[in-house]
């Protein structure tokens, strides 16, 4: 079959079975009790062992079986031999089986840059908000963010022992996103969703300006992108530039595979090339619908405060 031999397809197959292994390693360090934490820049910029070994494992995994592509991802680790198992080699048929979108048939496989968050919501995850915490692989194509793959390890851990624990969902631009029931907010209603760690007045001020009717304060921006595609907030908006962009690639990629918009808080798009400065420092404005409305009410001064 065609597909089974273009690159971006089999790239995405082999990222979903390291992002579920992935998850698994977040739920085994978890259960392990010795979380490893260390402080990289703050009380509220944490690594733990899970960080580490799953940043180790997805990369490791992926540069074996897609040596030329770029991988950058958040830890700076030491380069040291992968322990065999944290190595992933499957990939997922079902993937395998989807016919590439044309406009991606003829990318080769130096072309692609993958944008790795190992542990997105580590504060969260270190403070047992487990629902929260996503495991992130983007894959960007001449600058843009194309398909995406996000881990939630504890999917599903509020229904009891019995339950099924983690999902892992994806989506491809011009294809579409999948393991995930898509569904609006009711019209006319303005959730926004917005950081739990990172507030600021700036932060503030913004969503304030939104005349929200809720405010959801919540850890990971993979998580925030879930809320929208799953009709629990309206907008993610966060005023700061706090945001790095291996947060933002997978996000950005399932939500505009399933026609929402991720920008920033001017209304520009990110660009995900491997030279391109890490961080996101003119903010974060994500919706799954009406993005010019959350848009046209940025106040000034916030755009003067966040210069891209």
Same mark, same amino acid.
């Given at each position: 079959?065609?597909?089974?031999?273009?690159?971006?397809?089999?790239?995405?197959?082999?990222?979903?079975?390291?992002?579920?292994?992935?998850?698994?390693?977040?739920?085994?360090?978890?259960?392990?009790?010795?979380?490893?934490?260390?402080?990289?820049?703050?009380?509220?910029?944490?690594?733990?062992?899970?960080?580490?070994?799953?940043?180790?494992?997805?990369?490791?995994?992926?540069?074996?079986?897609?040596?030329?592509?770029?991988?950058?991802?958040?830890?700076?680790?030491?380069?040291?031999?992968?322990?065999?198992?944290?190595?992933?080699?499957?990939?997922?048929?079902?993937?395998?089986?989807?016919?590439?979108?044309?406009?991606?048939?003829?990318?080769?496989?130096?072309?692609?840059?993958?944008?790795?968050?190992?542990?997105?919501?580590?504060?969260?995850?270190?403070?047992?908000?487990?629902?929260?915490?996503?495991?992130?692989?983007?894959?960007?194509?001449?600058?843009?963010?194309?398909?995406?793959?996000?881990?939630?390890?504890?999917?599903?851990?509020?229904?009891?022992?019995? *339950?099924?624990?983690?999902? =892992?969902?994806?989506? /491809?631009? !011009?294809? &579409?996103?999948?393991?995930? @029931? $898509?569904? +609006?907010?009711?019209?006319?209603?303005?959730?926004?969703?917005?950081?739990?760690?990172?507030?600021?007045?700036?932060?503030?001020?913004?969503?304030? *300006?939104?005349?929200?009717? =809720?405010?959801?304060? /919540?850890? !990971?921006? &993979?998580?925030?992108?879930? @809320? $929208?595609? +799953?009709?629990?907030?309206?907008?993610?908006?966060?005023?700061?530039?706090?945001?790095?962009?291996?947060?933002?690639?997978?996000?950005?990629?399932?939500?505009?595979?399933?026609?929402?918009?991720?920008?920033?808080?001017?209304?520009?798009?990110?660009?995900?090339?491997?030279?391109?400065?890490?961080?996101?420092?003119?903010?974060?404005?994500?919706?799954?619908?009406?993005?010019?409305?959350?848009?046209?009410?940025?106040?000034?001064?916030?755009?003067?405060?966040?210069?891209?």
């Amino acid at each position: 079959m065609a597909s089974n031999t273009n690159v971006l397809m089999r790239l995405v197959a082999s990222a979903y079975s390291v992002a579920n292994k992935a998850g698994t390693i977040v739920r085994k360090v978890m259960a392990g009790g010795d979380l490893g934490i260390v402080e990289k820049c703050g009380a509220n910029d944490l690594q733990t062992k899970a960080d580490r070994l799953v940043q180790m494992s997805i990369c490791s995994s992926l540069a074996r079986k897609f040596p030329k592509v770029t991988i950058i991802a958040e830890e700076d680790l030491p380069s040291e031999e992968v322990n065999e198992e944290l190595l992933e080699d499957g990939q997922c048929e079902e993937i395998l089986k989807k016919a590439c979108p044309p406009q991606y048939n003829s990318v080769k496989e130096e072309e692609l840059v993958i944008w790795v968050d190992p542990l997105d919501g580590t504060k969260e995850y270190t403070e047992g908000l487990l629902d929260h915490v996503t495991v992130l692989i983007g894959i960007a194509y001449e600058g843009k963010a194309i398909a995406g793959v996000i881990n939630q390890p504890y999917y599903n851990y509020e229904a009891g022992a019995d *339950a099924s624990l983690g999902r =892992t969902i994806w989506g /491809v631009l !011009g294809m &579409g996103a999948f393991g995930f @029931q $898509l569904k +609006e907010v009711p019209a006319g209603k303005h959730i926004i969703t917005t950081t739990r760690s990172h507030s600021s007045k700036l932060v503030n001020d913004c969503v304030s *300006a939104m005349n929200p009717d =809720t405010v959801v304060r /919540v850890g !990971g921006a &993979g998580n925030k992108i879930i @809320q $929208l595609v +799953e009709g629990k907030a309206s907008a993610y908006v966060f005023a700061s530039p706090g945001c790095k962009k291996w947060d933002t690639c997978a996000p950005e990629a399932i939500l505009h595979a399933v026609g929402g918009k991720l920008t920033d808080i001017h209304g520009n798009f990110f660009n995900y090339n491997k030279e391109v400065k890490h961080m996101n420092s003119g903010g974060v404005l994500a919706t799954l619908r009406n993005h010019g409305y959350y848009a046209s009410r940025v106040p000034e001064a916030v755009k003067q405060a966040l210069v891209p």
